[in-house]
């Protein structure tokens, strides 16, 4: 997860960059809201986080013009201005959340993982099968499952999400927090290393198959075709 930390606060900035590094996201600072929008359009990151009190450019300013250039990155309002009108303000430019300071480290991961959460399903789907043409694996949409070799492939509806992310499309690697969001969407009690518990089974399901599922250090996790693998 790329995320945008727009605060001209040095100690909040830096509180805000380790901890959330900590916790497995990529973090961008910027100081300056005149140089908001730029680093906005070139980065494009899963979410932006920024304060409203900010030098050259406020930060309702950077939202609404952000909006009306279609910048559509999920967006937290971070501020100390806490006010129901603030709050409404905020919302009304553009923002999807507002968190008020000072605020609980947890909550601010918390809400920040939902919102890329409950922008992920706007991103289409490809007409096309998940699984690359050729491959005896495919997923069929309409009933949210996968088939191997024209046989339903037997699956928990969290190895089917899990699946389903690695391969839109197949052969790329994907980041344990992207699989956690879809995998455990809206479920709070989970802990991020759940992940490795539906890998497992999964990879032992897969074994008689050609695809592979492959763990990546420091990158997340793979799957492409191969030979079966009975590990």
Do not use: C
């Not at 559509?72 to 100390?80: D, E, F, M, Q, S």
Request: net charge neutral; glycine share 8%; proline share 6%.
């Amino acid at each position: 997860m790329h995320l945008l930390l727009i605060e001209d606060d040095p100690t909040m900035q830096t509180t805000l960059q380790r901890t959330l590094r900590r916790r497995g996201m990529e973090v961008t600072p910027i100081t300056d809201g005149g140089a908001a929008l730029p680093a906005w359009r070139k980065l494009a990151p899963d979410v932006v986080v920024l304060d409203l009190s900010l030098p050259t450019m406020d930060g309702l300013e950077i939202i609404a013009q952000a909006r009306s250039e279609g910048l559509a990155a999920p967006t937290l309002i971070l501020t100390a201005r806490g006010t129901v009108g603030d709050r409404i303000l905020g919302l009304n430019s553009g923002a999807d959340d507002y968190l008020a300071k000072p605020f609980d480290l947890d909550e601010l991961e918390a809400r920040i993982r939902a919102l890329v959460r409950r922008a992920q399903p706007l991103v289409a789907e490809p007409a096309a099968p998940a699984v690359a043409p050729g491959m005896a694996l495919r997923y069929d949409k309409a009933s949210e499952s996968f088939y191997w070799r024209g046989q339903l492939f037997e699956l928990t509806p969290r190895e089917v999400a899990f699946l389903r992310v690695l391969s839109q499309p197949m052969g790329q690697a994907v980041t344990k927090e992207r699989l956690f969001s879809a995998v455990f969407a809206g479920e709070t009690d989970v802990q991020l290393e759940a992940v490795e518990v539906v890998a497992y089974r999964l990879r032992k399901k897969l074994a008689p198959t050609n695809m592979q599922l492959m763990t990546l250090r420091g990158l997340g996790y793979l799957l492409k075709p191969g030979a079966a693998d009975g590990a």
